[in-house]
Structure formats: structure tokens, C-alpha cells
T-cell receptor
Framework: GNSVTQMEGPVTLSEEAFLTINCTYTATGYPSLFWYVQYPGEGLQLLLKATKADDKGSNKGFEATYRKETTSFHLEKGSVQVSDSAVYFCALSKAGNNRKLIWGLGTSLAVNP | DTAVSQTPKYLVTQMGNDKSIKCEQNLGHDTMYWYKQDSKKFLKIMFSYNNKELIINETVPNRFSPKSPDKAHLNLHINSLELGDSAVYFC?????????????FGAGSRLTVL
């Protein structure tokens, strides 16, 4: 079946450090891939997405590239800020699957000043 | 303007009680969802409605009953609350972009069962 695997957290970084959060997936065909972010006390919000192989999603300095050959969608940011402290969720969806998203377990990021 | 709004934001109640959470979206989306998030941040889909029709009904105790009076509203009623029901419940709505479903979440309703 379809699944998403994220690196376990928590991840703790100093401000301006480079961030990578790994995400790999298992799915038949060509799923769409997403990163959602959940700031403390809030609901999730879409950070970026990619709908086909080699697409790069980007937003707020974050990037992720849809790599079909490695079934990965790793999240990266060149220089994190304290305000990036949040939980990050990788997810996939497939057309016709009742619009159901398959979620990773989430990775907590804490950025220290 | 709040896109997906849930009420109440906090709910503290005793075991055995019945409670409801309401959700409304003003985005014109045709699909709405209820998710449960536990203390470890694990997200579990519970229900989904498309144009008032139930399309996803995961393995959820039948003490949980969703109701969608119209496509802008999705409410969740819980009977005979148990300690294990304590969690944050998120409502969401979605629309397709290039065939991919993009979800907009509410701020969550934190339920504590004592």
C-alpha cells in the first residue's frame, strides 16, 4: 500500500544552520507530494507541493524536489530562523483515492537563537 | 476572514458525556474532513465528506458521528466520551490543484476527557 516515511525528530538546530528533513514514499503510479507545517498551537498549513517527477516545490525559503528514482521528497532550507520552529509533515495523495492524504509521522524542529 | 473555523477551541468534559464540535468553511471547497491528532502529533483521518456525501469513514468507534448539513459545514458529535478520546480534532477542507488535493485546516479543537 501507499506510505510515507519521515526522519524521526526532534531536530534541534542553531539559527542560520542548514536544514534537511528526509521523506521517502511508497506508492504505485505518480502521487502528488506535499510538505505541511504546523506551528505551535495552530492547525497545519501547506508549505509546498510537487505534482510530478522532477518538480521542485518552494516557499518561504524551503525547497523540496520530487525524485521518482529515489522515491524521495526531502525538505531543505539553507538558513533556518527561530520562527521556523514547528512540526513538519510529509504527505502524498493519489488521484481517485477519495482525496485521502497519506501522512508521515511528522518531524519536530526546534531552532535556537 | 477565517477560512476554516472550528468551535469550541477547548473542551473539557467528564467521561461518559456527549459533546459536539462544529466546523464551517467559507472557501467554497466541496470536500471536508475530520482528523484526530494525538499527543505525539500523529494525524489520523476519521471522516471525509464530498458535497454532503460521506466518502471516507475510517475505523472509528460508532460513538463518533459526523453530520454535514451542507457543503460548508461538517460537525462531529461524540457520545459516551472516553479517556482515549482526549486529543486535538482538526477540521479541514480541500480543493484539487492540478489533480492534487490541497487541504486547508482549522485551528483545532482540543478535547480533554477527565
Amino acid at each position: 500500500g501507499n506510505s510515507v516515511t519521515q526522519m524521526e525528530g526532534p531536530v534541534t538546530l542553531s539559527e542560520e544552520a542548514f536544514l534537511t528533513i528526509n521523506c521517502t514514499y511508497t506508492a504505485t503510479g505518480y502521487p502528488s507530494l506535499f510538505w505541511y507545517v504546523q506551528y505551535p498551537g495552530e492547525g497545519l498549513q501547506l508549505l509546498l507541493k510537487a505534482t510530478k517527477a522532477d518538480d521542485k516545490g518552494s516557499n518561504k525559503g524551503f525547497e523540496a524536489t520530487y525524485r521518482k528514482e529515489t522515491t524521495s521528497f526531502h525538505l531543505e532550507k539553507g538558513s533556518v530562523q527561530v520562527s521556523d520552529s514547528a512540526v513538519y509533515f510529509c504527505a502524498l495523495s493519489k488521484a481517485g483515492n477519495n482525496r485521502k492524504l497519506i501522512w508521515g509521522l511528522g518531524t519536530s524542529l526546534a531552532v535556537n537563537p | 476572514d477565517t477560512a476554516v473555523s472550528q468551535t469550541p477551541k477547548y473542551l473539557v468534559t467528564q467521561m461518559g458525556n456527549d459533546k459536539s464540535i462544529k466546523c464551517e468553511q467559507n472557501l467554497g471547497h466541496d470536500t471536508m474532513y475530520w482528523y484526530k491528532q494525538d499527543s505525539k502529533k500523529f494525524l489520523k483521518i476519521m471522516f471525509s465528506y464530498n458535497n454532503k456525501e460521506l466518502i471516507i469513514n475510517e475505523t472509528v468507534p460508532n460513538r463518533f458521528s459526523p453530520k454535514s448539513p451542507d457543503k460548508a459545514h461538517l460537525n462531529l458529535h461524540i457520545n459516551s466520551l472516553e479517556l482515549g478520546d482526549s486529543a486535538v480534532y482538526f477540521c479541514a477542507s480541500s480543493y484539487p490543484i492540478s489533480g492534487a488535493n490541497v487541504l486547508t485546516f482549522g485551528a483545532g479543537s482540543r478535547l480533554t476527557v477527565l
